[in-house]
């Protein structure tokens, strides 16, 4: 594994070219990051027709950059301004803008940077490492219940950093539920919760629905 690695870096690294191309995902994935709204997903998408050329190394090594510079660049934005960059920087805003208010904002961004260094590190090691053998444990192991029972503990995690209190937490998992199933039924075909408004029966996209909770907000206080 060590020896691929290696190899894969060097032949990657070795040519400007490639480089140029790291240097460009960072920039452009932090700038996207940045901008609630618009995120480093737009970026991606908007290159995709332009990585045909590349070979498949580049441009897998491309979009990893962009995702996660992107993913930092949302963090400035939420520990400012209380307005996250992306959707996974929605929990940096609760304890960054405060930091923020209480004068400590580059203490804040030093340690976006920190985690995300050190986050991005470990797991990249991590998924060298699992990617195999836990995949095939889970084609042969995990049906519906467990499923279920993944989806649930990600609720009750969601409850227990969304709010002070458990009931609050619940809350507002029980509020982003009712959101998310707004819209059309993907097994029946049956309008849920639209309101007779045919712009609803796609439903509420994530993004917007972000932007409204935290940005919205924001700008009233």
Do not use: H
């Not at 060590?2 to 060097?10: D, K, P, R, T, V």
């Not at 995902?25 to 480093?40: C, D, H, Q, R």
Request: charge should be negative.
């Amino acid at each position: 594994m060590i020896e691929n690695f290696i190899a894969g870096s060097a032949s990657l690294f070795g040519d400007p070219f490639t480089i140029g191309i790291f240097i460009f995902g960072v920039i452009g994935g932090m700038l996207f990051g940045a901008i609630p709204g618009v995120s480093m997903l737009t970026l991606a998408a908007i290159l995709l027709p332009f990585t045909a050329s590349l070979e498949p190394a580049q441009g897998v090594m491309l979009f990893a950059v962009i995702y996660c510079t992107g993913t930092y660049g949302g963090a400035i934005t939420a520990i400012l301004f209380n307005i996250p960059g992306a959707p996974e920087n929605a929990p940096t805003a609760f304890d960054g803008y405060p930091m923020t208010r209480n004068g400590q904002s580059g203490k804040a961004v030093g340690a976006a940077v920190l985690c995300s260094a050190i986050g991005g590190l470990s797991s990249a090691i991590v998924m060298m490492a699992a990617t195999e053998p836990l995949a095939k444990w889970a084609i042969s192991n995990i049906g519906p219940p467990e499923i279920f029972a993944l989806v649930f503990f990600g609720l009750a995690v969601a409850s227990s950093v969304g709010g002070r209190t458990i009931w609050k937490g619940w809350m507002s998992v029980l509020l982003g539920l009712i959101i998310a199933t707004i819209g059309q039924d993907p097994v029946g075909g049956i309008n849920r919760y639209n309101f007779g408004f045919s712009d609803l029966a796609a439903g509420i996209a994530f993004v917007p629905a972000i932007l409204g909770f935290f940005a919205v907000s924001e700008i009233f206080v």
